[in-house]
């Protein structure tokens, strides 16, 4: 009965202090790992609200969905969707822009940081959490998301709520 408490109380502790680890700055490792996705790689577009990927050849909105690119930064809240959500509001922006698949989100992980696992100047302010994928789980119902707090992917029901990130072709 004791360690049952003890492990319960030990939760309401974590979601209790969760908004305060959450929203705690990124933290790069530039000494002890090698950067994979520098920015180097990177190509500013149009009115810098878009990046080329110059490895992969992928454009990618600098901001999150609900954000928005004031010349400098990602301002505003990101807005969180279902996976449904998520694909029509990709396809509503035009331009030919989509939902990436699992292995797209990948390629702009960087593992050199966390919270966010991103090359933060490039994209700045995502979330440390959750965003969505278009590449189906081995069950029907979920989908591939890609977590930015440590760059590792999980399956999640398509009824979830997670973050968006734009990617397009050409």
Same mark, same amino acid.
């Given at each position: 009965?004791?360690?049952?408490?003890?492990?319960?109380?030990?939760?309401?502790?974590?979601?209790?202090? $969760?908004?305060?680890?959450?929203?705690?700055?990124?933290?790069?490792?530039?000494? #002890?790992?090698?950067?994979?996705?520098?920015? /180097?790689?990177?190509?500013?577009?149009?009115?810098?609200?878009?990046?080329?990927?110059?490895?992969?050849?992928?454009?990618?909105? =600098?901001?999150?969905?609900?954000?928005?690119?004031?010349?400098?930064?990602?301002?505003?809240?990101?807005?969180?969707?279902?996976?449904?959500?998520?694909?029509?509001?990709?396809?509503?922006?035009?331009?030919?822009? !989509?939902?990436?698949?699992? !292995?797209?989100? #990948?390629?702009?992980?960087? =593992?050199?940081?966390?919270?966010?696992?991103?090359?933060?100047?490039?994209?700045?302010?995502?979330?440390?959490?959750?965003?969505? /994928?278009? /590449?189906?789980?081995?069950?029907?119902?979920?989908?591939? #998301?890609?977590?930015?707090? $440590?760059?590792?992917?999980? #399956?999640?029901?398509?009824?979830?709520?997670? $973050?968006? =990130?734009?990617? !397009?072709?050409?």
């Amino acid at each position: 009965m004791m360690k049952k408490y003890i492990t319960i109380k030990m939760a309401l502790i974590v979601v209790a202090l $969760y908004p305060l680890i959450a929203n705690a700055d990124q933290v790069c490792k530039v000494d #002890s790992i090698k950067a994979d996705t520098p920015t /180097s790689r990177f190509e500013i577009l149009s009115n810098s609200s878009e990046i080329k990927d110059t490895q992969t050849g992928l454009i990618w909105q =600098r901001c999150s969905l609900g954000q928005a690119w004031d010349g400098k930064n990602c301002i505003g809240k990101a807005k969180a969707y279902t996976w449904e959500q998520a694909l029509k509001q990709t396809k509503v922006l035009g331009k030919g822009y !989509r939902l990436p698949n699992i !292995r797209e989100l #990948s390629s702009i992980v960087e =593992r050199q940081c966390y919270n966010p696992a991103i090359t933060g100047g490039i994209f700045p302010n995502t979330q440390s959490s959750d965003y969505w /994928s278009s /590449s189906p789980s081995m069950n029907s119902d979920s989908v591939w #998301s890609m977590n930015f707090n $440590y760059g590792y992917t999980l #399956s999640f029901s398509k009824n979830d709520v997670h $973050y968006v =990130r734009a990617v !397009r072709s050409k």
